[in-house]
């Protein structure tokens, strides 16, 4: 019997794949990666190409399909939710039935003839999605689960309990009550895009004050002290497929949601800060409510608002749980992973193994990877001058470009699956610098200047620097920067309000340091990335410092690239200093223009 699943996300937003094999993650990808379109929804034909390839097995080698929902189940919500607000909303319901009824409700047919697949397909709910890619990749014999999101069918939280090969869900807090949707309606309304835009909305909110937490709770929300909690609809306009936000909403804060694009006013930012203390109130609620109803003394969690690393580290602060465990790619791409996890253990009743310390995530590299011989051959056919680094001398060349204040393009190993960088496909700077932040939104990133970036640290390190007593090898966690490494600041810089905060170093490592002395905290082990973990090493040799900046390796509004191809454009269109693939070594002054985009095609085989 053949002993790999293929787990496929798709046609809402952040498209992937994942193939599972004999209970091992051995590849799972999002699709915009190849596509190069950010957030692509489409089948993900591209990453479950690679997945089959990295796997070396065909379509009929598989064991079963799984997709991460239940079609019908979402429809029936659809269908509901439209008659129930009807006639309101009816140009949006006219506008997505002809997709639904050619398309997604015969979802299991779809499948099939993409795939070219005559066996099972299996339909997990999509929180059981969730849970799965929360609780079986985990290192916990056993623990609670917490999954938060949007919507799927018509939850949009649950908990359970995850043991052995098995995760039960025991309640679910349903639609159109969603602290997901309260969110990304907050997201719309300060100006930003929707299912994109909500990281945007929690780094912005240490700039405002909570001037309106209270006007939330009493007037959006009924939050109960289980984290349950009911919206008054009259606020929204989800319901109806119209916008996110309603007139009256627009009344109680005071005017239209900002114009994207515009000026960020105080009132953005103490809205952000408002939704983010609510979001952390809701989701530390529910983590005490499940701790005390199940007893378990660990926890995983899944679902979009699992990224919210702010409110992840304050669950872990006020210790209600010994351990949190959080997916990687917490939001619908997770669930590809998700549902292929779930049908190898609890459909096809397949053992897990969990030995309490280590996680089955592998680091989250789990996608394509390119040799130095391939990429040397790929540049040498375009011309492009290089320098061949011998004897693995990539992580000590790119320590001493990031000490000297240069900014360096890293693609190393397997492509990272989720949303962040770890290592393998990152833009890396010096946290020393007071400059490195501006230099990097304004000049690299080419994003909002109020956005903070995150650090990499060695992880025997971390509570050298950060209020960390753990790993946090994913991104995830939120912590402040010890009270010895902060600055002493004038009465004046303490007097800043608003934006004018940006542009004060607040510690010895100002480059990672947020206005409310935070970071979100990589820590980097040895071993699921030696070559990255390298890189610090020799940084602290040369600086006695073992932190640096790590952020995505892309520029706003495209995804973190995924080929030496992706990677050698980015480095072109901005003010990167230097870029390094795997061994090869290329410096901004010495190359020459960049070609049109039809050379520069993202190409998984560097054809």
Same mark, same amino acid.
């Given at each position: 019997?053949?002993?790999?699943?293929?787990?496929?996300?798709? +046609?809402?937003?952040?498209?992937?794949?994942?193939?599972?094999?004999?209970?091992?993650?051995?590849?799972?990808?999002?699709?915009?990666?190849?596509?190069?379109?950010?957030?692509?929804?489409?089948?993900?034909?591209?990453?479950?190409?690679? #997945?089959?390839?990295?796997?070396?097995?065909?379509?009929?080698?598989?064991?079963?399909?799984? +997709?991460?929902?239940?079609?019908?189940?979402?429809?029936?919500?659809?269908?509901?939710?439209?008659?129930?607000?009807?006639?309101?909303?009816?140009?949006?319901?006219?506008?997505?039935?002809? &997709?639904?009824?050619?398309?997604?409700?015969?979802?299991?047919?779809?499948?099939?003839?993409? /795939?070219?697949?005559?066996?099972?397909?299996?339909?997990?709910?999509?929180?059981?999605?969730?849970?799965?890619?929360?609780?079986?990749?985990?290192?916990?014999?056993?623990?609670?689960?917490?999954?938060?999101?949007?919507?799927?069918?018509?939850?949009?939280?649950?908990?359970?309990? @995850?043991?052995?090969?098995?995760?039960? /869900?025991?309640?679910?807090?349903? %639609?159109?009550?969603?602290?997901?949707?309260?969110?990304?309606?907050?997201?719309?309304?300060?100006?930003?895009?929707?299912?994109?835009?909500?990281?945007?909305?929690? @780094?912005?909110?240490?700039?405002?004050?909570?001037?309106?937490?209270?006007?939330?709770?009493?007037?959006?929300?009924?939050?109960?002290?289980?984290?349950?909690? $009911? &919206?008054?609809?009259?606020? +929204?306009?989800?319901?109806?497929?119209?916008?996110?936000?309603?007139?009256?909403? !627009?009344?109680? +804060?005071?005017?239209?949601?900002?114009?994207?694009?515009?000026?960020?006013?105080?009132?953005?930012?103490?809205?952000?800060?408002?939704?983010?203390?609510?979001?952390?109130?809701?989701?530390?609620?529910?983590?005490? !409510?499940?701790?005390?109803?199940? @007893?378990?003394?660990?926890?995983?969690?899944?679902?979009?608002?699992?990224?919210?690393?702010?409110?992840?580290?304050?669950?872990?602060?006020?210790?209600?749980?010994?351990?949190?465990?959080?997916?990687?790619?917490?939001?619908?791409?997770?669930?590809?992973? @998700?549902?292929?996890?779930?049908?190898?253990?609890?459909?096809?009743?397949?053992?897990?193994?969990?030995?309490?310390?280590?996680?089955?995530?592998?680091?989250?590299?789990?996608?394509?990877?390119?040799?130095?011989?391939?990429?040397?051959?790929?540049?040498?056919?375009?011309?492009?001058?290089?320098?061949?680094?011998?004897?693995? *001398?990539?992580?000590?060349?790119?320590?001493?470009?990031?000490?000297? *204040?240069?900014?360096?393009?890293?693609?190393?190993?397997?492509?990272?699956?989720?949303?962040?960088?770890?290592?393998?496909?990152?833009?890396?700077?010096?946290?020393?610098?007071?400059?490195?932040?501006?230099?990097?939104?304004?000049?690299?990133?080419?994003?909002?200047?109020?956005?903070?970036?995150?650090?990499?640290?060695?992880?025997?390190?971390?509570?050298?620097?950060?209020?960390?007593?753990?790993?946090?090898?994913?991104?995830?966690?939120?912590?402040?920067?010890?009270?010895?490494?902060?600055?002493?600041?004038?009465?004046?810089?303490?007097?800043?309000?608003?934006?004018?905060?940006?542009?004060?170093?607040?510690?010895?490592?100002?480059?990672?340091?947020?206005?409310?002395?935070?970071?979100?905290?990589?820590?980097?082990?040895?071993?699921?990335?030696?070559?990255?973990?390298?890189?610090?090493?020799?940084?602290?040799? &040369?600086?006695?410092?073992?932190?640096?900046?790590?952020?995505? %390796?892309?520029?706003? *509004?495209?995804?973190?690239? #995924?080929?030496?191809?992706?990677?050698?454009? #980015?480095?072109?269109?901005?003010?990167?200093?230097?870029?390094?693939?795997?061994? #090869?070594? &290329?410096?901004?002054?010495?190359?020459?223009?960049?070609?049109?985009?039809?050379? $520069?095609?993202?190409?998984?085989?560097?054809?």
């Amino acid at each position: 019997m053949s002993q790999a699943v293929l787990g496929i996300s798709a +046609f809402y937003h952040d498209s992937a794949a994942c193939l599972v094999r004999e209970g091992e993650i051995v590849a799972a990808a999002q699709e915009e990666r190849f596509t190069r379109v950010k957030h692509d929804h489409r089948f993900p034909r591209h990453a479950v190409e690679y #997945c089959l390839r990295q796997a070396g097995i065909e379509v009929s080698d598989l064991a079963a399909v799984a +997709f991460y929902d239940k079609p019908w189940l979402k429809f029936e919500r659809l269908l509901e939710t439209y008659l129930a607000f009807a006639p309101r909303g009816l140009s949006s319901f006219y506008k997505s039935m002809p &997709l639904w009824l050619k398309q997604k409700l015969w979802m299991g047919e779809l499948l099939k003839k993409k /795939l070219g697949w005559t066996g099972e397909v299996y339909f997990p709910e999509h929180h059981q999605s969730h849970a799965a890619s929360a609780f079986f990749p985990s290192p916990f014999p056993r623990a609670a689960v917490l999954t938060l999101d949007g919507v799927g069918e018509w939850a949009t939280a649950s908990w359970g309990v @995850g043991s052995g090969n098995r995760v039960e /869900l025991r309640a679910e807090l349903r %639609f159109p009550h969603s602290l997901g949707l309260l969110y990304s309606a907050f997201t719309y309304y300060t100006g930003f895009k929707v299912n994109s835009g909500e990281y945007k909305v929690m @780094g912005l909110a240490p700039y405002g004050e909570p001037r309106y937490v209270e006007l939330i709770l009493t007037e959006l929300m009924d939050l109960k002290q289980d984290g349950s909690f $009911w &919206l008054d609809q009259s606020y +929204f306009n989800y319901c109806q497929g119209l916008t996110m936000t309603s007139e009256k909403f !627009h009344r109680l +804060f005071g005017g239209p949601p900002r114009q994207p694009e515009s000026e960020l006013t105080q009132r953005e930012m103490d809205l952000a800060r408002s939704l983010q203390d609510v979001t952390e109130e809701v989701v530390r609620r529910m983590a005490r !409510h499940v701790r005390r109803e199940t @007893g378990e003394r660990h926890l995983c969690l899944a679902g979009g608002v699992a990224l919210n690393c702010v409110a992840n580290g304050k669950v872990l602060r006020d210790q209600i749980f010994d351990d949190i465990w959080i997916q990687p790619a917490a939001g619908d791409a997770g669930g590809a992973l @998700g549902s292929a996890l779930f049908v190898w253990h609890q459909v096809l009743d397949h053992p897990r193994r969990a030995d309490g310390r280590r996680d089955r995530q592998q680091g989250s590299y789990l996608g394509p990877a390119f040799s130095t011989d391939a990429i040397a051959a790929w540049l040498d056919s375009r011309g492009l001058p290089y320098r061949r680094l011998e004897d693995g *001398g990539a992580p000590a060349a790119a320590a001493r470009l990031i000490a000297a *204040g240069k900014v360096v393009g890293w693609l190393a190993g397997r492509m990272e699956f989720g949303p962040r960088a770890l290592g393998a496909r990152s833009i890396l700077g010096d946290a020393r610098s007071p400059e490195m932040q501006s230099v990097m939104n304004l000049k690299i990133k080419y994003r909002e200047s109020f956005r903070p970036f995150a650090p990499a640290v060695l992880a025997e390190d971390v509570t050298e620097y950060f209020e960390l007593d753990r790993e946090s090898p994913y991104m995830l966690l939120v912590a402040d920067v010890q009270p010895a490494r902060r600055r002493a600041m004038s009465e004046e810089e303490q007097r800043r309000f608003g934006i004018a905060k940006l542009n004060v170093p607040r510690s010895d490592i100002p480059a990672v340091t947020h206005v409310d002395f935070s970071a979100r905290i990589q820590t980097v082990n040895d071993r699921d990335h030696p070559r990255f973990r390298r890189l610090l090493e020799e940084f602290k040799k &040369l600086t006695g410092r073992s932190v640096i900046v790590n952020t995505s %390796f892309n520029v706003r *509004g495209e995804p973190i690239v #995924c080929t030496p191809a992706d990677a050698y454009r #980015c480095f072109m269109r901005t003010e990167m200093d230097a870029l390094l693939l795997e061994d #090869c070594l &290329l410096h901004k002054g010495e190359q020459p223009p960049l070609a049109g985009d039809s050379d $520069w095609r993202s190409t998984y085989r560097l054809d």
